[in-house]
DNA sequence: CATAGCGATGTGAACGGTCACATTGCAAGA
DNA sequence: TCTTGCAATGTGACCGTTCACATCGCTATG
């Protein structure tokens, strides 16, 4: 090395390579402007000395930071996990670095996460948590850079949106487990705690409750308690709840496969059969769904390219960033629904008549 | 806002407040050494303008990017996810961000992660995928900040290690099957591919051969050709696969819980006792196999605290970075041994004699 | 043969903070 | 009253890179 304790910079590669350091940014840049002996000249002294650019002071000269942030719930969820991936490699192309934080659900902590997101100059932020305290939305508001929630669609979006209806796949699942023939019907859902909430679940489970109601069922088995976020654990132990208090249910929703998958080992180890005395639904198309005896019914959703989805987007907003206008007309707000699929497999089943 | 279209900086504020740049900064570094009259002026002017200071800038100045990098197989596993949260979380304190980089276990990407982790000048940087290429350990030790490895104990280390012996784990998961009497004893790991390789699950499958080798059982069933990464429907393809050609097994261990569930699924597929006919063990300590029935046995490491433990050992590395000499003497490299812990469940049994 | 034009390279000034080192004002002690 | 000392604030340089623009040398063209 050249200078002891620092690492290398633009000026000990110059000095090395006989050169200015404009020469050496370039052969990084744009390697075409430079001539080729002049370049690979600057290359073998990259390489001796082991110099890598310093993005920050890039950044810096640049006012480009090449950080997209995410902010989501936890990372300890499969689908949270691959809709992180698919936006990594959607942007990856595009050369951007994702900054990842994680409320632990908690609305205090997401607005946290955001300040301390912003403080890295992102140029686009994708939110999938779902509860904003207002002044998230302030803030990124006022950075004025492209914010894309994911995974819902928000009565007020506070950016783009690429999603579904949680609401929806409320009325959908319902609508599917009456169209089985049931009509003692449950659910399972997320507590609503002051700051910990999972809005998503709740509006799957509001929307369960709205199709019930309009088909003229009860609601009373509609539980909106368990412990954020839901596990197996929780999902078995409100199984346990449920049919200690209503052994003649039918079928229950499960907001999510974790939950569901937790409620059909209670099952089994009641020995209650599935789908025979009860039909069991699920959200989220978790792999372990595809394994389990029966095999789980479900609501897919494709996280994986709800994240590649947005990953487009944010690229294709930040492209034309020199040629556009400054940012008097921010681009309309998009939102696209991505829809969801029901996938009946073996834990449904209809009323024997 | 102050200036159109650009984010109000340093000296916006102290324009507002009429204080100098650099009183500003120091009611964010050092806000006691600010009168507070002073100080409150400029909090609201900090307020009024939605100031956030530019950590890229910052971090220049003071050559510290305030980032930790973590490199890890990938997301979409909770245990590491889980020691992605704990990471997070022992760092806080102390104020660093997360960088985190997936590799999905390709020695090739693991290379391009670290190459792009070190433009950003990571304060450290956490290794969690096994398998090198020896340039990534050239590039971190020139770059002469800490390294830690994970979840592992490996024979070469590129720094610090924090983990435990994957081959111990195979050791013992072998002597606990042999313990209860099985004799034709099988196991599912990885495939080793030129360049997507899982080095631990490998090692623990090694561990696992030579134990039974040294018992001197036959080590045919010990099955290394499992897809990467193992996942349930691969255990259930894999257990499968198995059965067919040794129907009259006594005992499996898979490398992984995800793919030791999709076995034990496949098992209550067929109509296979578990544990009568067969003894299933896992390794990993996933919540699903608490709640599967049979209840499935394991090996258990705590990851989320294998992530803490990792983040509280830099925390003191990098806290005396003024006070010690500029780096003379690398600090010795540490080495943890979490350990682990067999959790006997239901799904193994000893052989009835 | 002069010169316009272009490609390759160099120059100095930012970018937005923070460092080390002044400078100022004021209270305590000789 | 005149230091002395300290707390509060200001000054200029610098962190490593890239921008806009200038310069250089060469070739093509009239």
Redesign the pocket.
Known sequence: MSRPG?????????LRA?????????V???P????????ARVQQAVAELG??????????????SGFVGLVLPTLVNGNFAALAEGLTESLRPSGYDLLIGYTGYSMQEEERQVRTLLSRRPEAVVLAASAHRESVGRQLARSGIPVVEVADLPEQPLGHMIGFSNHAVGVRAAEFLIGLGHTRIAALGPARCADRRDLRGEARLAGFSHALARAGLPTGLVRGDGAIPLSFGEGARLMGRLLDEAPDLQAVFAVSDLAAVGALMECRRRGIDLPGQLSLLGFGNFEIGQQTVPSLSTIAVDFDALGRRAGRLIAALLRPRDAGPPSPSPSPSMAVDVGFTVIARQSTAGVAS
Do not use: C
Request: aromatic residues 4%.
């Open positions: 620092r690492e290398p910079t633009l000026r000990d590669v110059s006989g050169v200015s350091r404009m020469t050496v940014t370039r990084f840049i744009r075409d402007q430079v001539l080729p002996e002049t370049r110099y890598v650019p310093d993005r920050a002071a890039g950044s810096l000269a640049t006012r480009r």
